[in-house]
């Protein structure tokens, strides 16, 4: 019979073994071997060579996650901020908030909202309704070219997203920030719908500078969110109702961004000790 070159032979058949029996190393030794003598034992290790102790079996063990799992808590609804004890002043740069920015184009909304929440001493975000708006690429509903059920849309879309990450952001003690150009004469739609997708614990402010201030504010604009005079002065002109609202309002025309924050911030601790009913 043949073998394939370089496979190990076979052992020869041995009395009392059947072809069916198990071979050891030992059937392949060479060199005479006679029945009754001791076995050979095998070749001592080499100089400076450490044989390696045998492993026991044990079950593999399981590598840690190094990136963990951080359970976020869900967003909830924002309740009406507690009011301190009398004793105490109410300090809106260190308490978790979710404020909500109201104002015409021009008014300086975005810009004060960056730098307040750039300075407060909690973590704080700040979320503007265009700049989600401005997500939708393909198929962007522009409002200048033509408001339509299409722009309304998208308005609204941006604002219940706008709201959610709020909640979210807030549930995880990270206060908020919002800004849009919210009209008096469309409660449902603008503030009732803030108040909808937020919670009550939202705490509205209006800046309203004079329409002279906006105007040249929106000169100094480029893109779609420069607007034409004719209609920054009539979204000016509608913001006037909320004169008489009862909702707290900043006319920052003499003011630059950092003064309007320190009034925003003394706006909000009033807000904190008495909350606006809205």
């Known amino acids: 019979?043949?073998?394939?070159?370089?496979?190990?032979?076979?052992?020869?058949?041995?009395?009392?073994?059947?072809?069916?029996?198990?071979?050891?190393?030992?059937?392949?030794?060479?060199?005479?071997?006679?029945?009754?003598?001791?076995?050979?034992?095998?070749?001592?290790?080499?100089?400076?060579?450490?044989?390696?102790?045998?492993?026991?079996h044990t079950m593999p063990r399981r590598t840690p996650d190094t990136t963990g799992h951080i359970q976020l808590p869900p967003g909830g609804p924002v309740p009406m901020p507690s009011a301190p004890p009398a004793?105490?002043?109410?300090?809106?740069?260190?308490?978790?908030?979710?404020?909500?920015?109201?104002?015409?184009?021009?008014?300086?909304?975005?810009?004060?909202?960056?730098?307040?929440?750039?300075?407060?001493?909690?973590?704080?975000?700040?979320?503007s309704l265009d700049d989600v708006r401005e997500w939708v690429r393909s198929g962007f509903a522009d409002p200048q070219s033509g408001w339509n059920d299409h722009s309304e849309a998208q308005y609204r879309l941006a604002r219940r997203t706008c709201g959610f990450a709020a909640r979210n952001f807030l549930a995880n003690g990270i206060s908020c920030i919002l800004d849009d150009a919210v009209f008096p004469d469309r409660p449902v739609v603008g503030l009732g719908g803030w108040k909808r997708h937020v919670g009550p614990g939202l705490l509205p402010v209006v800046l309203l500078p004079g329409l002279e201030i906006v105007l040249e504010r929106n000169a100094k604009r480029a893109g779609n969110r420069r607007l034409t005079d004719e209609e920054v002065a009539r979204i000016h002109g509608r913001m006037a109702g909320w004169y008489g609202s009862g909702l707290p309002i900043i006319d920052n025309s003499q003011m630059d961004v950092q003064q309007t924050a320190q009034v925003l911030n003394d706006v909000l601790a009033r807000s904190i000790a008495s909350p606006p009913s809205w």
């Not at 407060?120 to 700040?126: E, I, K, L, Q």
């Open 87 to 127: 004793a105490a002043a109410p300090d809106p740069t260190s308490t978790t908030l979710a404020v909500l920015l109201i104002g015409p184009a021009g008014a300086g909304k975005t810009s004060v909202a960056k730098y307040w929440a750039d300075h407060r001493r909690v973590p704080t975000a700040h979320i």
């Open 1 to 56: 019979m043949q073998h394939a070159v370089g496979s190990p032979l076979p052992p020869p058949h041995q009395p009392g073994q059947g072809p069916t029996t198990g071979w050891s190393p030992a059937g392949q030794q060479s060199g005479p071997h006679h029945p009754g003598s001791a076995p050979v034992p095998p070749p001592p290790p080499a100089p400076g060579f450490a044989p390696t102790p045998p492993v026991p």
